[in-house]
């Protein structure tokens, strides 16, 4: 992706005092860059000097089965990060202040609109509608993680917000655009740039679109999954094709047959 120039972030910090004194989550704080994204669900925690930041994680079963977590936004700068965590912290101490238990902080530079780059992870799987990830970066400060690309019924791509169930059995964002015009715009750039990664991932290799259709057919005739997954940056690009027998009946069943690296 394109180097963005460092620049102050703008943004807006709501905290609240956790009232539930069974809880280990001193309180919760929210964060809104530059009139662009809202981050939800930033917990502050008691440590042993002094209360964290935590940002918010999605829990997920690792290859082992075992429970694991990942990031779902952060800031990626040293500096930003130490100037988010302070304001975050100040603001939550406002907040245990508050008769109400709650605060707002709001900096100075806020912009209508974030400056967003995208780093876009194709992977091609015929078996579902999950054509690969993204990561958006803000200012080339802050990220947000992961977030997936689907295909939907028209075929056309969109990127699917990171969400939570609530005990009401309800889904949330965690992490969204502020307004529906910077969601269409966001979807428009990773399209874009979908077809770059994978065209250069191609080509890279070798690979014509032609043959790549005609290796994913030999897949379909093995009734096993097939996918594309390409790593896509400036001065690499990768692209790995693998088709595997899922045939119980034929030996080796879960042995890779093909595969270009």
Same mark, same amino acid.
């Given at each position: ?14 905290? $609240? *005092?956790?009232? #539930? ?30 209360? $964290?930041?935590?940002?918010?994680? *999605?829990? @997920?079963? #690792? ?30 101490? #406002? ?9 707002? $902080? ?40 992961? *977030? ?9 791509? @969109?990127?699917?917000? +990171?969400?939570? +169930? ?15 015009? *910077? ?52 001065? #690499? ?10 045939? !119980?009946?034929?030996?080796?069943? !879960? ?7």
């Amino acid at each position: 992706w394109k180097e963005v120039k460092n620049k102050r972030m703008g943004y807006k910090i709501s905290a $609240f *005092l956790n009232k #539930n004194d069974n809880e280990k989550c001193l309180g919760v704080a929210s964060l809104e860059i530059d009139k662009s994204f809202k981050i939800t669900n930033i917990s502050i925690y008691q440590g042993k000097t002094g209360p $964290f930041i935590a940002m918010p994680r *999605l829990k @997920f079963h #690792n290859k082992n089965g075992e429970v694991d977590y990942k990031n779902v936004a952060n800031p990626i700068t040293k500096e930003f990060r130490q100037q988010l965590y302070s304001d975050i912290l100040n603001t939550f101490e #406002n907040a245990q202040k508050s008769s109400e238990g709650k605060a707002m $902080f709001e900096s100075p530079d806020i912009e209508e609109k974030a400056k967003i780059n995208v780093r876009v992870k194709p992977i091609v799987n015929r078996e579902d509608n999950l054509k690969g990830f993204v990561n958006v970066i803000l200012n080339n400060n802050f990220a947000i993680n992961d *977030l997936a690309i689907r295909q939907n019924k028209d075929n056309e791509l @969109f990127v699917a917000m +990171p969400s939570y +169930p609530t005990v009401k059995n309800e889904w949330k964002d965690l992490a969204y655009p502020t307004k529906r015009k *910077l969601t269409n715009e966001l979807n428009d750039m990773v399209r874009a740039e979908y077809e770059k990664a994978y065209v250069l991932a191609c080509q890279k290799q070798g690979f014509t679109p032609e043959k790549v259709e005609k290796i994913e057919n030999q897949g379909k005739d093995y009734q096993g999954s097939f996918s594309i997954q390409s790593d896509y940056t400036l001065n #690499n690009a990768l692209l790995s094709i693998k088709i595997y027998k899922q045939d !119980s009946q034929v030996e080796n069943s !879960s042995g890779e047959i093909y595969s270009v690296v």
